[in-house]
């Protein structure tokens, strides 16, 4: 039933591919370095979908395993801010600029989560996440968690980050 068992899914391609393979290998370091992180084996994550924008969106899919889920067998709210956190940070990286939220996609000011719905264990989600303003210092992202079988929407975010870059010596 994994995120596999979808054959007819496009291989991303431009954008996607890059974020792809530039998140792939930032989850790989977090979990060499034992840093809490999403398992990107056992989840099976992916891009689904990505553009720069503006604005810029991506769409990620991924396995809920039951590692991730609260003694009721659903995704755990603390997991479920974990994934908002860690992919909204990838995608402020991916169209991050010279000392604009290009030191690990900024930290977070402010995480809003709502949950709508459970998320069980064994079921595929997609996450969507939407830059929706970016400036120099500060950041505004929406993330939507949906079940990829029906895309209902499940849990829904907004995400304040803080870019913590040193400032950069070019002038505009």
Same mark, same amino acid.
């Given at each position: 039933?994994?995120?596999?068992?979808?054959?007819?899914?496009?291989?991303?391609?431009?954008?996607?591919?890059?974020?792809?393979?530039?998140?792939?290998?930032?989850?790989?370091?977090?979990?060499?370095?034992?840093?809490?992180?999403?398992?990107?084996?056992?989840?099976?994550?992916? @891009?689904?979908?990505? %553009?720069?924008?503006?604005?810029?969106? #991506?769409?990620? /899919?991924?396995?809920?395993?039951?590692?991730?889920? =609260?003694?009721?067998?659903?995704?755990?709210?603390?997991?479920?801010?974990?994934?908002?956190?860690?992919?909204?940070?990838?995608?402020?990286?991916?169209?991050?600029?010279?000392?604009?939220?290009?030191?690990?996609?900024?930290?977070?000011?402010?995480?809003?989560?709502?949950?709508?719905?459970?998320?069980?264990?064994?079921?595929?989600?997609?996450? @969507?996440?939407?830059? %929706?303003?970016?400036?120099?210092?500060? #950041?505004?992202? /929406?993330?939507?968690?949906?079940?990829?079988?029906? =895309?209902?929407?499940?849990?829904?975010?907004?995400?304040?980050?803080?870019?913590?870059?040193?400032?950069?010596?070019?002038?505009?």
């Amino acid at each position: 039933m994994g995120v596999d068992s979808d054959t007819s899914a496009p291989k991303p391609e431009g954008f996607a591919k890059s974020l792809d393979a530039r998140g792939l290998q930032l989850l790989q370091i977090d979990a060499e370095h034992g840093i809490w992180s999403i398992d990107r084996i056992k989840t099976k994550i992916r @891009v689904e979908s990505a %553009t720069e924008g503006p604005p810029a969106r #991506a769409t990620f /899919r991924l396995f809920v395993t039951p590692n991730m889920c =609260n003694p009721m067998g659903n995704l755990h709210g603390g997991c479920s801010a974990t994934i908002i956190d860690i992919l909204t940070s990838l995608l402020a990286l991916s169209i991050s600029k010279p000392g604009v939220f290009e030191l690990g996609g900024g930290v977070s000011r402010n995480l809003n989560v709502t949950f709508l719905r459970p998320v069980p264990a064994d079921t595929d989600i997609r996450v @969507v996440v939407e830059v %929706t303003q970016m400036g120099k210092r500060f #950041a505004l992202m /929406r993330t939507e968690i949906r079940r990829a079988e029906d =895309n209902v929407v499940c849990v829904l975010s907004e995400h304040q980050k803080v870019n913590i870059d040193p400032p950069s010596r070019s002038k505009l």
